[in-house]
Structure formats: structure tokens, C-alpha cells
């Protein structure tokens, strides 16, 4: 029989790490950004760090720790781990996660398996405080969560059996995810290609660009403002947060590599004579200035009549025969080649600022309506692909978070269960 307790009874929420402070400043261990945080095979641990380096501003855990993100939408996607396999058994990474240490009542699979269930990402989810597109999940949350709790060697049991079920879930959700990735790298391929014209060592011209060497010898390389007219979206504050003339603006968040999504859009104040100079027209490109997304950008579809944007946005619109999906396939090869990464404090948040963005230079094609009409094709034809690709991956997350709540909340015998696909696997 299993009984409710308190988490705080069963783990320590975001510990010491005893292990770290014992190390030496020139000491290496793991080190963990949020982006290497995956569930499975695609946990990354490879990257390391001196103890010197990760002293302050980075979270820390050791082998055996459950870790579990707390911003959104990385929570609600499910991607806590059970971390084990750490150089020197210790490590320090994003303080955007929140550490459990499982104590003696608790088998830490059977922990990580019940931060896997519907229940308690919803609970989490309904926790979460802070503004849109920044919420995190409360500590408090975690200590105050009641777990059933059946008998240990009843946890082990479950675990086991959600060990054997999970893993062939995840290796079909790895061939998708591998599906996925050599779409992305045959979109990257057709974009590089068309930017250099095809371009190669006996027809073409050098750039100086290691990442784009070659574009045809009757091609010209030239400024981004010789093309584009460029501007950067006004900038909220309290008062055009609360003014009479409240207008939907368009912020990075909405914007994604060709798409633009307009499900959370928030309002701010504009002057009557500012619609020039901070509205978006159908056929504008909008360019992430910065962040995570930076020099991400999309085209403007006009789905809203009057609409602005903000200051982490540029707006690109033509101002000559190039079309404005030109410099959006060259921001996205550049940004894959690394390009933008110089341009910011990695360390920090990189930016694209206006006049950055303007003094690139980038290549001419003759018929650049042509050359963008294919690739824009090709482009759809691989999105649909994707798309389709991405909404499998979401079924298949979605049977595993199922499985996983059933077996967690007792809904099946895992015993019986196990039996059961011992003899089918027998027969078969």
C-alpha cells in the first residue's frame, strides 16, 4: 500500500554540494547548460570546466541527483534527468534548474519517474510565477509536493519495468529526432548552396568568408543598407505599458526562423504619428535582436490590420530588387556558421544591433526573385516534413508521459505487465 508524504520528507531540495566546495579552483568537472539537459541518450555531459570558473552564478549537483528544469517551457516539456556519469562525480551548470537528492525512503528512478507525470507537471505548471515567457516553478512547490509513496521494493519494481517501456519509446523518438536533424542539415545545404551561386574554385570569385568562400564571379557583395531600409521597434516602459492608445506589438518571443506566432501577443501605447516608424506591412522581415533567438526572423504575413513592434525586433523592409527572403536565408546559414557568436557576450546575452546588422555585407545575386522563389519551395517542402516529423514526436511523448503516470499511480500491476511482454515478445 502506498501512502502520501511530503518531498521535503523524502529528498533535499537544492542541497550543498560538499563534493564541489572539496575541489581544488583548477579542478575540471561537468559542466551543464540548459540546452544540454535532455532526458535519455540526448543528456549531454561532455563539457567540463574548472572549479574556478563556475564559483558563483552556477547551480551544483553531484551523481545521483534527480535535476529538474524550472523555467518555462522547458518544465512543461518534461526534461529532468537523473544524473549520473559526472567527471569526478560532480558538476555546476544553469541555475535555471532546481536539484533534488533523493534520500534513503525514495528510489531516485522511482523520483525521477514521478517528475515525469502528468500530475506533476500540471501541479508545477499552475505554480509558476513571473512574467510571460519567464515563469519558473517555486522550490517551495517541490518541498511542499505529497508523493505516493508504496514500499521501496515496489518503487524498484515500477522503475525497472518503466526502465525496459521508456527505452523503446526513446529509441524511436531518437530516429525521429535524427529524422529531424538531417532535415535541418538538407535545408542548411540548399540554403549555403543558392548564397554561393554554386559557385567553386574555377568559376567563382573568393568572399574572405571562411563560411561562404566562393559566390559566381558576376555576383557583387554589398552592405545590407545598399538594399534594405532597417529600423528597431520602440521601447516599452511603465507608461506605454498603461497608456490610452494600447496597440498589439510583435516582440522576439513571436518570432521564430520563417514563422511568427501571434497566439501570445501583448499591447503597449503608441502615439498617433509613430505608425510609420514602429508598424509592421505585410512583406516586412522581422529579425530577432537578441538572446537565444538572436538573428532568428520571419516574414510578416499582415494577419493583423494594425500592428507594431518592439524593440527587440528589427524591421527590414526592400528597398531595391532584392527580396527581403534573400537576407533571411543569409541570417539563418550565418547564424548555423557561427557567424553572430563574436558579436555578443556569450557569456551573457548576444545582441544584433542595428548598425551591425546594416554593415554586413552580403552577396548580390543577378536574379535574386528566382534564386529565392526555388529555395523558398524547397524550404516548404522540407518544413512539411518536419512539421510532420515533430507532431510524431509529440505523440510519442505523449505515450511515454502516460505510461509513465499509469504505472507511477498504480492504475496496472507492472509485475503482470511485464510478464505479459516477456510472452508476447516470446511468441513473436
Known amino acids: ?18 563534493a564541489f566546495d572539496a575541489l581544488l579552483d583548477e579542478d575540471e568537472l561537468t559542466f551543464l547548460p540548459m540546452e544540454a539537459v535532455w532526458p535519455g ?8 570546466r574548472t572549479k574556478s570558473s563556475v564559483t558563483t552564478g552556477y547551480t551544483r549537483f553531484q551523481d545521483g541527483d534527480v535535476l529538474i528544469p524550472k523555467i518555462t517551457p522547458t518544465f512543461e516539456a518534461g526534461r529532468s534527468v537523473l544524473i549520473q556519469g559526472l567527471y569526478g562525480g560532480v558538476g555546476a551548470g544553469t541555475t535555471e534548474i532546481h536539484v533534488v537528492r533523493p534520500g534513503n525512503e525514495i528510489d531516485p528512478r522511482f523520483l525521477l519517474y514521478t517528475v515525469n507525470t ?4 500540471k501541479l508545477g505548471k499552475a505554480e509558476m510565477y513571473g512574467v510571460a515567457g519567464q515563469q519558473r516553478v517555486p522550490d517551495e512547490f517541490l518541498r511542499d509536493l505529497r508523493v505516493q509513496l508504496p514500499p521501496l521494493e515496489e518503487q524498484r519494481r515500477i522503475a525497472d519495468y518503466l526502465d525496459t517501456e521508456t527505452a523503446r519509446i526513446d529509441r524511436l523518438a531518437m530516429k525521429r529526432h535524427e529524422q529531424i536533424a538531417a532535415l535541418s542539415e538538407r535545408e542548411l545545404a540548399i540554403i549555403g548552396n543558392a548564397l554561393s551561386g554554386g559557385a567553386t574554385r574555377i568559376d567563382g570569385q573568393p568572399t574572405g568568408w571562411p563560411w561562404l568562400p566562393r559566390i559566381p564571379a558576376n555576383w557583387k557583395i554589398g552592405p545590407v543598407y545598399a538594399y534594405f531600409s532597417t529600423e528597431l521597434g520602440k521601447m516599452l516602459n511603465a507608461d506605454r505599458a498603461t497608456g490610452q492608445n494600447q496597440q498589439p506589438y510583435l516582440r522576439n518571443a513571436n518570432v521564430h526562423w520563417y514563422e511568427i506566432n501571434i497566439s501570445d501577443m501583448a499591447t503597449m501605447h503608441f502615439e498617433l504619428g509613430e505608425e510609420k516608424r514602429y508598424s509592421v506591412h505585410r512583406g516586412d522581415l522581422l529579425v530577432c535582436e537578441g538572446g537565444a533567438g538572436v538573428a532568428e526572423a520571419a516574414v510578416w504575413d499582415g494577419r493583423i490590420k494594425e500592428c507594431y513592434f518592439q524593440k527587440s525586433l528589427h524591421r527590414v523592409r526592400q528597398a531595391g530588387p532584392l527580396p527581403v527572403e534573400w537576407l533571411m536565408y543569409w541570417l539563418r546559414f550565418a547564424k548555423s556558421c557561427g557567424v553572430f557568436n563574436a558579436d555578443g ?3 551573457t546575452i548576444p545582441h544584433l544591433t542595428g548598425e551591425q ?3 554586413y555585407r552580403i552577396p548580390v545575386p543577378l536574379d535574386g526573385q528566382t534564386v529565392v522563389a526555388n529555395v523558398s519551395r524547397a524550404i516548404r517542402d522540407i518544413s512539411t516534413l518536419r512539421n510532420r516529423l515533430r507532431q510524431a514526436q509529440k505523440l510519442v511523448a505523449e505515450r511515454r508521459r502516460a505510461l509513465i503516470t499509469a504505472a507511477v499511480s498504480g492504475q496496472f500491476d507492472v509485475t503482470t505487465a511485464s510478464r505479459r511482454n516477456v510472452t508476447e515478445g516470446v511468441s513473436a
Open 118 to 121: 502528468h500530475r506533476f507537471l
Open 357 to 359: 546588422l546594416r554593415q
Open 345 to 347: 557576450n556569450i557569456a
Open 41 to 48: 541518450s540526448r543528456l549531454d555531459i561532455s563539457q567540463r
Open 1 to 18: 500500500m502506498s501512502h502520501a508524504v511530503r518531498l521535503r520528507h523524502l529528498a533535499q531540495i537544492n542541497p550543498s554540494t560538499p
